[in-house]
Each structure stands twice: as structure tokens, then as C-alpha cells.
């Protein structure tokens, strides 16, 4: 059993940054190619990026040049550094891995004025 944990959310400007945090339990936490999702309101949850446990990354067109994800096997945390955030990038935001495992509870991202 792998559970999730995201931190790292808030409010901000356009123009602005955030680094989301996920902390994962579980033993076999680096075997498992990572992501970060996300679910706007009245909308479907849509996959952001994902890492493999070699460090391939793998992006949205979206968000291709604004978002980082990584990852510390060592700490069983991955990570999203979002830059340049766009008021449609307000969503929670969730990792798992490709949604083998239950949800955690989010973390929200709203990027106002």
C-alpha cells in the first residue's frame, strides 16, 4: 500500500512561483514512474508530468518550459517546481503513480490578481 501526501500549495500572482511537494509511503516508492495531476473545478483530472525512476521527465504542453518535476528516492518525495504560473493553472493538485494507488488529499494552487 503507497499513500500520498502533496504539500506546497497557495495562492499567488500570475507571474509567480510555487515548488509542490509529495511524500509518498510505501516500500516500493522508487520502482514506480511518478505524477503530478491535477483537476480544475468542473473539470476532468488531467496528468501534468511524470518521472521515471531513472529521472525521465515527461510534460504537458501546457505547462512544457513553466513546470520541473523531480524527485529524491532517498526522501520518497517528488517534486513540481511551477514558474510563470497562468491563472489556468489554478486546479488541486495530486501525485500518484498513474493512478495505481488511492488518491491523497490535494493540494490547491490558485494563481489570481
Known amino acids: 500500500q503507497v499513500l500520498f501526501v502533496e504539500s506546497g500549495g497557495g495562492l499567488v500572482q500570475p507571474g509567480e512561483s510555487l515548488r509542490l511537494s509529495c511524500a509518498a509511503s510505501?516500500?516500493?516508492?522508487?520502482?514506480?514512474?511518478m505524477g503530478w495531476y491535477r483537476q480544475a473545478p468542473g473539470k476532468q483530472r488531467e496528468l501534468v508530468a511524470t518521472?521515471?525512476?531513472?529521472?525521465?521527465?515527461n510534460y504537458a504542453d501546457s505547462v512544457k518550459g513553466r513546470f520541473t518535476i523531480s524527485r529524491d528516492n532517498a526522501k520518497n518525495t517528488v517534486y513540481l517546481q511551477m514558474n510563470s504560473l497562468k491563472p489556468e493553472d489554478t486546479a488541486v493538485y495530486y501525485c500518484?503513480?498513474?493512478?495505481?494507488?488511492?488518491w491523497g488529499p490535494g493540494t490547491q494552487v490558485t494563481v489570481s490578481s
Open positions: 510505501g516500500r516500493f516508492f522508487t520502482t514506480y514512474t
Open positions: 500518484n503513480a498513474g493512478g495505481l494507488f488511492s
Open positions: 518521472i521515471t525512476s531513472a529521472g525521465m521527465t
